[in-house]
């Protein structure tokens, strides 16, 4: 009875791991380093409801949250180490992990052709050395980040200013004079509120969807980058799903990127909420503003390379706009 049992369990076990065996649906823990339902969540939302309609009995991803589920500088190393599975994040957000990521925002041409060119490749490498992670899709792209004050400025400078930033804006507001304190997104309205800060760093969505429009006075053009969230699976995790559940990802993963072009109309359409929420615009014209988005690159690209000096001159060739 005893031999029979134990035989039994050996038989169950190794039809369990035969190749070819019916597979058992497979449970992504997934989170989001941006608040539920806001802009830089929903792409992602969205792709989460495909999925699970299409993975219906092989993969699903249970959504465990954004920031209140998770402080959005801890999704890097909770992607690494496995705690999460997959994660909707920016790259500003785990530069601890990996401080390439943030040269993401310095791209000048789309995915499809980075994808083309190498620099996706030479992305993934260092993911999976640095992070165990899997780079699946770009949720944002053509999304500038712009400077918004309550103080007005008459040009490029900002000493005297102290500015709240993530490491996107770091390298360029200090090289503009301003004072800068990092903080989460979470933390902005109340800095707003206490005046704490007399400014931040943003792109040009999702200020409505968190109510910062009512604390803040100016809106700073041009703006400069391109916002980059992404859709990152823990590597282990994505190495031991099966071909059938890695295409899935894989498909919604493809349409979030081939519909990155329809950003640049919701960043118009969110420009234009703005206004109507009284937020002005301190227009830096011609030269001066040509010079605001020239110095940005520069000091964004050398921050990275600073943070990088390996990789960050290979980046550059991959990402910046051909000379
Ligand atoms: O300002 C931020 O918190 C930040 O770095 C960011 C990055 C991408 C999208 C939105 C915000």
Redesign the pocket.
């Known amino acids: 009875m005893r031999a029979s049992l134990a035989s039994l369990i050996i038989a169950a076990t190794a039809a369990g791991l035969a190749p070819g065996a019916q597979a058992q649906e497979v449970v992504l823990r997934g989170v989001s380093s941006?608040a539920e339902n806001s802009f830089?969540s929903r792409r992602f939302e969205k792709f989460i409801e495909r999925v699970n309609n299409e993975g219906k009995g092989v993969l699903r991803i249970q959504y465990i949250g954004g920031p209140k589920a998770m402080p959005p500088f801890e999704v890097g190393n909770a992607l690494k180490n496995g705690v999460v599975d997959i994660a909707n994040v920016?790259g500003?957000?785990y530069t601890n992990v990996m401080p390439e990521a943030d040269a993401w925002k310095l791209t000048e041409r789309p995915m499809a052709e980075l994808r083309r060119n190498g620099g996706f490749d030479y992305m993934q490498k260092l993911y999976a050395e640095k992070m165990n992670a899997h780079f699946l899709a770009r949720t944002?792209d053509n999304n500038p980040f712009h400077l918004y004050l309550n103080k007005p400025i008459t040009g490029a400078d900002l000493s005297g200013l102290k500015l709240r930033i993530?490491?996107?804006?770091r390298d360029f507001f200090q090289a503009q004079g301003a004072t800068v304190i990092q903080t989460?997104?979470g933390e902005v309205y109340t800095a707003l509120e206490r005046g704490v800060v007399d400014g931040?760093?943003?792109?040009i969505t999702?200020i409505l969807d968190l109510g910062w429009h009512e604390k803040t006075k100016f809106r700073v053009d041009p703006g400069f980058y391109s916002?980059?969230?992404s859709i990152l699976v823990n590597k282990r995790k994505w190495d031991g799903l099966t071909p059938e559940q890695r295409a899935i990802l894989i498909k919604a993963g493809e349409e979030i990127e081939a519909a990155h072009a329809e950003v640049v109309k919701e960043n118009d359409e969110e420009a234009a909420k703005q206004k109507n929420a009284g937020i002005q615009v301190i227009n830096l014209a011609g030269s001066t503003g040509e010079e605001w988005r020239k110095k940005a690159y520069e000091a964004g690209w050398a921050g990275v390379v600073k943070q990088s000096p390996e990789h960050g001159p290979k980046l550059k060739e991959f990402f910046a706009k051909p000379q």
């Open positions: 941006f830089y920016t500003a957000f944002v993530t490491p996107v804006y989460a997104p931040y760093g943003w792109p999702g916002a980059e969230v």
